[in-house]
C-alpha cells in the first residue's frame, strides 16, 4: 500500500511522520503548481470549487509517481468537503483509475469507529505505537505552527532581509528529506532556536498589521492564494492567519476524544452578526474579524474560493462588521481564473489605504 494524500499548507509534513512510524509508504504529491491545477480542472465538475480541482491534481500527480490509496478527511454542512470522497470515487471510475479512496471522519464521541477506518490503512494493532505516533504527529504540526506565526511576525521586522525566508526554506527541504517524527520534531526544534535568535528591528513604527480570514485551505494553501502572506510580509506588513492546520486538526480530534468541540473564541466574537453554524469556517471568519478589530489591528484580508457557499454567507455579514466596527476590508476571491498581477495591484492599494489611515490617525 503507498498513501497519498492533498497538500494544506503544512499539513503533509506531520501526515508523513504519523506514516513513517506507522510503517506505512507515503507519496507526497508533487508542490501545488499550474499542471496540478490543469489537471484537476480537466477531470472536475466546471462549477466545483477551488480547492477540489487542486486536491484532485495532487491525487492524479500522486497516482502517477505509484500511489494507490488516497486519504482525505470527511466533512459536514454546507461545504462541498463532505462530498468530495463521493466525487472523486465517480471520477476514477469513470477514467478507470485504480485507486483506493478512503475518507477518514471525525464521528462525536466515536472512537472506535475513528479506528476502524484507520485500520484500512496501518497494519499495527499496538495501542501504544499508534498513540505515540499521533502525539509525535501533532506535536511537529503545532511546532511548525509556532514557527510560522512567529515568522510572520517578525518578518517586516528583521534586520537582515531574507535571513528568515532562507531559514524557513532550509527547514522545509530538511524536513522533506528526514524520516519519523522524532528526527522531524528535533529539526523544528533548533529552526526554532535560530529563528527566535534572528535579530530585529523593534522600534519601526511604520508598520501595519492585518489579519487573515476566510476559506482554511485558501488560507493555509499559498500556492492557491499567490503566495498572498509572503507578498504583505514584504510590503512591510505584520500578517496573523485566523487559521492553523494544528488548530483545524485539534480541533477534530477534540470531537473524537470529548464528544463536544471547545467553543472557540471566534464563534462567540460572532454571535452578534451570526449564531448559527454555515458550514466550512464562514461563522468563524466573522468572528476572527471581530477580534482582529478588537485587537487593534489596521485591517483584514478574507480569502475565499469563487461560489464557496459557508464564504459567500461570511462575506454578505463582513460588510456590516465593517460598516460597525470601522475596519477595512478586503475580500479576495479565488479561482483558476485567477490573475496573480491584479491580486497584486489590490493588495498594495489596500497596504496603501491602511498606511494612510494609520498616518491620518497619528495626526489627528
Known sequence: ??????????????LKALFDDLGVEVIIPPKCSKKTSDIGIRYSPELICLPFKINLGNYI???????????????????????????LKEIFNDNNIDVEVIVLEAP???????????KRVIHTRNPYKIGKSFTNALILLNKLNSFEQ??????????????????????????????GSSLMIKTVDKALDELNKIRTVNDRTDV????????????????????????LNDMGVEVHKSLTSGEWFAENLNKLFFGK?????????????????????????????????????DGVIHLMPFNCMPEIVARSILSKVHNEKNIPILTLLLDEMSGEAGYVTRLEAFVDLLRNRKENTKKN
Open 1 to 14: 500500500m503507498k498513501v497519498t494524500f492533498p497538500h494544506m499548507g503544512n499539513i503533509y509534513l506531520p
Open 61 to 87: 500527480e500522486s497516482i502517477e509517481s505509484g500511489a494507490d490509496t488516497i486519504i482525505i478527511p470527511g466533512g459536514c454542512g454546507p461545504c462541498r468537503l463532505g462530498y468530495y470522497g463521493q466525487v
Open 108 to 118: 462525536d464521541a466515536q472512537l472506535g469507529k475513528f479506528l476502524s477506518m484507520l
Open 150 to 179: 512567529i515568522m510572520l511576525k517578525n518578518k517586516p521586522y528583521e534586520k537582515y532581509k531574507g535571513t528568515i525566508k532562507n531559514l524557513h526554506v532550509s527547514l522545509i527541504d530538511k524536513l522533506e528529506d528526514s524520516i
Open 208 to 231: 501595519i498589521r492585518v489579519g487573515i480570514v476566510g476559506e482554511i485551505y485558501t488560507v493555509l494553501e499559498d500556492s492557491v492564494n499567490f503566495n498572498i502572506i509572503e507578498k
Open 261 to 297: 468541540a471547545k467553543e472557540i473564541e471566534a464563534k462567540e466574537a460572532a454571535k452578534p452578526y451570526i449564531n448559527s453554524f454555515v458550514g466550512g469556517h464562514g461563522r468563524e471568519s466573522v468572528g476572527n474579524t471581530v477580534l482582529y478589530r478588537n485587537k487593534g489591528f
